[in-house]
C-alpha cells in the first residue's frame, strides 16, 4: 500500500499556505487553487457571502424596478415626452385650424363662383327703371315711336342676358388638391446629426429631441 500513496514532495501544496508547506487535501474546481482544509473552509464561506451579495444586489435592482414602473404608470409622460406631446398636440390644433380655414375660402369661392345674384340684381335694377319710365310715359302720354324701339331694345338685351348661360356653367371650373404627405409632415428626430446641430439650444430648452413641423403647401384652388 506504501507504494501506491503519493509522498510529500509530488504531493499538492496550499496555495494559500504558500510559500509554507501545507498539504492541499481539496481544489477548487472555479479557481483551481489547491488548500488545505483550513483554507478551503474559508474560501467555501467566502464563495456563500459572495453569493449572498449577488442576491442582495438583484432584490435592490427589483425593488428600483418597481419604483420605475410604479412612478411611469401614475405619470407615463415627464419632462421632454410631456413637452414633446404638447408641441404634437399643439400642432394637431394648429393644422386643423388651417386646414378648416382653407376648406371655407374653398366654399366661399364655390359660392361666389355661382352665383348670379349680382347679375340678377342689375337685370331687376334695369327692369325697374324702364317700368318708372313706361309709367311715368304712360301718364303723361308723351311716347312715341323712338321711346317704344328704346324701351323694346333694352328689354329684349335684358331678356337675352338672363337667359345667357352663365361662365360657370360653360367652362365649369375644377378641384386641384395638392396631396399632403402624413409620412414627412410631422417627424420626431433623434439623429446624431440633428442632435450635434441642436443639442446646445434644447439643453437650454430642456428638450432633447427636435421636433420639425412642416405645413406643406395645401392650396385649394378653383379655376
Ligand atoms: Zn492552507
Ligand atoms: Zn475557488
Redesign the pocket.
Known sequence: MATAMKNTATKDM?D??SPKQ?I?IMSCKGCLKD??R??FNEHRDKLSTDIYNVSDLRDNILQELQIAIDRASKSPHTGTALQLSKQIDEWKTKTIERVSQAAKEAHASVECLFSRKLEYDQVQQKVDQITNELKEQQESESFVETDIDHWMKQLKQLKSDLNRPSQVETNPPVLQIQSIDWKSIIAISTSNENYDKLSQNLFEQGILYSLSINYSQTALRLQ
Open positions: 496550499c494559500m499556505c501545507v492541499a488548500m488545505c483550513k483554507h
